[in-house]
């Protein structure tokens, strides 16, 4: 067991299936109880636990954790912003080209799903207002739901729907630096996250991360360099590094012990972004 009896009733409740996956996000060693939150046992890092929800959300605090690019920093700042989390998700709501977007989205991760099966756990990073949720909470029975900050973390608890699901958890953290034990999770899912970062070497990370905690599988969404769009705006001279292919992102996790096995568009017709499905080769 990663974390010993809590120290009360209410925390011991909310943390409960998260008892087995959690580590120190910093060094990955056991977790340890202490007052109003959680302790390294190796490296003494403290994390609070505010209202049953882990904060591991620790980006800007330390050069290792802080992802290369200038876009990436400006997604962190932007996401950390108390006041963000419900203007993003209420232009999915306002806005009705976002709505389709919406649904087909939720319609890709249904049926990327489907193939994979019904499985224990899934972690879903980043949460954001959980828009996309409902699908993963169908397909699983412990959904735990991850964003940057803590704002946007309340908000998918308040306003997601997890009628589905029989266990849901919520937590804060860097997708850099998931605080979880290597396969603690049989699927992870990383949707609208990888395409504000333009380094490669952010992405390999990501990815690597990614891999790492998945057990089975990993759906990450990524914006196509092969789309029609890509393609125009480099005939313009306009170059994209925020984009991915699939064979680019195949290349970067076989590594890790995965393979791309399908990658389909939001749209047929006209959008860029894709939702890879990567399973264990
Ligand atoms: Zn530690």
């Known amino acids: ?50 209202d049953g929800i882990p904060l591991f959300g620790i980006f800007g605090e330390s050069s290792d954790f802080s992802v290369q690019s200038e876009a990436g920093q400006a997604y962190e700042y932007k996401f950390t912003s108390a006041s963000t989390p419900q203007s993003y998700d209420q232009q999915f709501v306002d806005d009705s080209h976002k709505r389709t977007r919406t649904e087909r989205e939720v319609r890709i991760l249904g049926n990327l799903l489907s193939r994979t099966g019904r499985v224990n756990a899934i972690l879903n990073v980043p949460c954001g207002g959980g828009r996309l949720s409902q699908p993963l909470a ?28 029989s266990q849901a958890a919520w937590m804060t953290l860097s997708a850099f630096h998931l605080p979880c034990v290597d396969r603690g999770f049989d699927g992870v899912v990383c949707a609208r996250l990888i395409h504000h970062f333009s380094e490669p070497e952010d992405h390999r990370r990501l990815l690597a991360e990614l891999c ?31 984009t991915l292919n699939g064979a680019l992102i195949d290349e970067m996790v076989r590594p890790h012990g995965f393979v791309l096995r399908t990658a389909p568009a939001v749209s047929p017709l006209g959008s860029r972004h894709r939702y890879a499905l990567l399973t264990r080769s």
């Open 1 to 50: 067991m990663r974390i010993t009896i809590l120290a009360t009733t209410a925390v011991s409740e909310s943390l409960g299936p998260l008892q087995d996956i959690l580590v120190c996000p910093t060094c990955r060693s056991d977790l340890e109880n202490a007052e109003d939150g959680l302790c390294c046992s190796r490296c003494d890092t403290f994390y609070q636990v505010a």
């Open 138 to 165: 169908q397909a699983c029975s412990l959904l735990v739901e991850a964003d940057v900050a803590l704002p946007q973390v309340r908000f998918a608890r308040e306003h997601g729907d997890y009628s589905e699901v």
């Open 212 to 242: 790492r905690v998945a057990k089975q599988f990993v759906i990450v969404s990524f914006n196509d360099s092969f789309s029609v769009k890509s393609i125009s705006r480099r005939l313009r001279g306009r170059h994209n590094p925020h």
